[in-house]
């Protein structure tokens, strides 16, 4: 059976205590490859082992079902569970604990009957108003049981738009737990970032801002200029000779398409390449290449920010501004997770995040 951290006990409890004392909905804040899949399935476990409680794991990409999947059969292999998904080709509804994709189920809440608790991956994700698939899915989620409670899990916990995920009037109200970066590369759970500004940078002041991010055609438009991407190309190439995996994360697909037409036409480098738009299959095999360490580099355009899990990252390249600090996190946080092949994660930043 696996064995919690000292700060995922810490956080286990910390809900407990919440639920318990508390009317409103808790959430729980630790950083990016900090383990908050394990504090999941250890809730998961008790709910339904002490408790005898149906629970609902919600998620929005298929490699966090996944993910969950697997530390559930790690963590409580005593619990049967479901899993609903059209990604994964599973519409599992009447077991005591089902992982399901938002996408898949956002309109089913009366379908998959009553929970007594619906975990949230990656919070951050609920919308603070409006119609979205999350909020719909939950407020039918309630109607179907009152006393339904809902808990978060996040790295973090804030919009860039519109402030701290968590308020009196939202679907979560307070954060019960939050662990730190720092802390937990003091003690050893985190892998250290190493970070370096590229020579070569754009003129950033040109840039508009909406919603809380620069527009992206404009971001495109001003990154894919051709001395940049050689220039960021070649340092790249210069600083990874004695890295394992390179990351690299574009600001537009036209602009990951010439970072890999110039990592193969003047460094005789193959670099994977996934979009939004990369059929599932060719997705899936560039990405378990990548982890097998056959391919050494991999580009992509805001697909990789949450979700992929692959410890052997030991740099990550910025080719990308962004006005937005989750996430600025969430692509370096790619390279926090430990791993024995490495001692720490290069961040290599173009796009004037650092400096």
Same mark, same amino acid.
């Given at each position: 059976?696996m064995?919690?951290?000292?700060?995922?006990s810490?956080?286990?409890?910390?809900?407990?205590?919440?639920?318990r004392?508390r009317?409103?909905?808790?959430?729980v @804040?630790i950083?990016?490859?900090g383990?908050?899949?394990?504090?999941?399935?250890t809730i998961?476990?008790?709910a339904v082992v002490?408790?005898?409680?149906? *629970?609902l794991?919600?998620?929005?990409?298929k490699?966090?079902l996944e993910?969950?999947?697997?530390?559930?059969? /790690?963590v409580?292999?005593?619990?049967?569970?479901?899993?609903?998904s059209?990604?994964?080709?599973?519409?599992d509804?009447?077991?005591?604990?089902?992982? /399901?994709?938002i +996408?898949s189920?956002?309109?089913?809440?009366?379908?998959l009957?009553?929970?007594?608790l619906?975990?949230?991956?990656?919070?951050?994700?609920?919308?603070?108003?409006?119609?979205?698939?999350y909020?719909q899915f939950?407020?039918?989620?309630v109607v179907v049981?009152p006393?339904l409670?809902?808990?978060?899990?996040?790295?973090?916990?804030f919009r860039?738009?519109? #402030?701290?995920?968590?308020?009196?009037?939202?679907? %979560?109200?307070?954060?019960?737990?939050?662990?730190?970066?720092?802390?937990l590369?003091?003690?050893?759970?985190?892998?250290?970032?190493i970070t370096?500004?590229?020579?070569?940078?754009? $003129?950033?002041?040109r840039?508009h801002?909406?919603?809380?991010e620069?527009?992206?055609?404009?971001?495109?438009d001003?990154?894919?200029?051709?001395r940049?991407?050689?220039s960021a190309?070649?340092?790249?190439?210069?600083?990874?000779?004695?890295? +394992?995996?390179?990351?690299i994360?574009?600001?537009? @697909?036209?602009?990951?398409?010439?970072?890999?037409?110039v990592?193969?036409?003047?460094?005789?480098?193959e670099?994977?390449f996934?979009? #939004?738009?990369?059929?599932? /299959?060719?997705?899936?095999?560039?990405?378990a290449?990548f982890k097998?360490? $056959? %391919?050494?580099?991999?580009?992509? *355009?805001?697909?990789l920010?949450t979700g992929?899990? /692959?410890?052997?990252? $030991?740099? @990550?390249a910025?080719?990308r501004?962004?006005?937005?600090?989750?996430l600025?996190?969430?692509?370096?946080g790619?390279g926090?997770?430990?791993?024995?092949s490495?001692?720490n994660?290069?961040?290599?930043d173009?796009g004037?995040n650092?400096l």
């Amino acid at each position: 059976m696996m064995q919690l951290r000292p700060y995922q006990s810490r956080s286990v409890d910390a809900v407990y205590e919440h639920l318990r004392t508390r009317d409103d909905n808790p959430c729980v @804040v630790i950083p990016t490859a900090g383990g908050k899949t394990p504090v999941m399935a250890t809730i998961c476990k008790d709910a339904v082992v002490r408790w005898n409680g149906r *629970v609902l794991i919600l998620a929005h990409v298929k490699e966090l079902l996944e993910q969950t999947a697997d530390k559930l059969r /790690a963590v409580c292999p005593e619990v049967e569970f479901g899993i609903y998904s059209a990604g994964l080709k599973r519409r599992d509804t009447s077991h005591q604990v089902i992982v /399901a994709g938002i +996408q898949s189920i956002y309109r089913r809440a009366c379908e998959l009957d009553a929970f007594d608790l619906v975990l949230v991956d990656e919070a951050h994700m609920i919308p603070p108003e409006g119609d979205g698939m999350y909020r719909q899915f939950l407020s039918d989620a309630v109607v179907v049981n009152p006393e339904l409670r809902i808990v978060g899990f996040t790295a973090t916990p804030f919009r860039m738009k519109t #402030g701290p995920i968590c308020t009196p009037e939202g679907i %979560l109200n307070h954060v019960c737990f939050e662990v730190g970066v720092r802390e937990l590369i003091r003690d050893g759970y985190l892998c250290p970032l190493i970070t370096k500004a590229g020579i070569n940078k754009a $003129d950033f002041d040109r840039l508009h801002v909406r919603a809380g991010e620069f527009v992206a055609d404009e971001v495109e438009d001003l990154m894919d200029d051709q001395r940049l991407v050689e220039s960021a190309c070649e340092e790249t190439v210069g600083y990874t000779a004695d890295r +394992q995996s390179v990351l690299i994360f574009a600001s537009g @697909v036209r602009h990951g398409g010439h970072i890999v037409d110039v990592l193969r036409s003047r460094h005789g480098i193959e670099a994977g390449f996934v979009t #939004g738009e990369t059929p599932i /299959a060719e997705r899936d095999e560039t990405l378990a290449r990548f982890k097998a360490g $056959d %391919l050494k580099y991999l580009v992509n *355009v805001n697909v990789l920010t949450t979700g992929f899990d /692959a410890p052997n990252i $030991d740099c @990550v390249a910025l080719l990308r501004p962004t006005n937005s600090p989750g996430l600025y996190y969430q692509m370096v946080g790619r390279g926090f997770r430990l791993d024995p092949s490495k001692d720490n994660c290069l961040v290599l930043d173009f796009g004037g995040n650092i400096l």
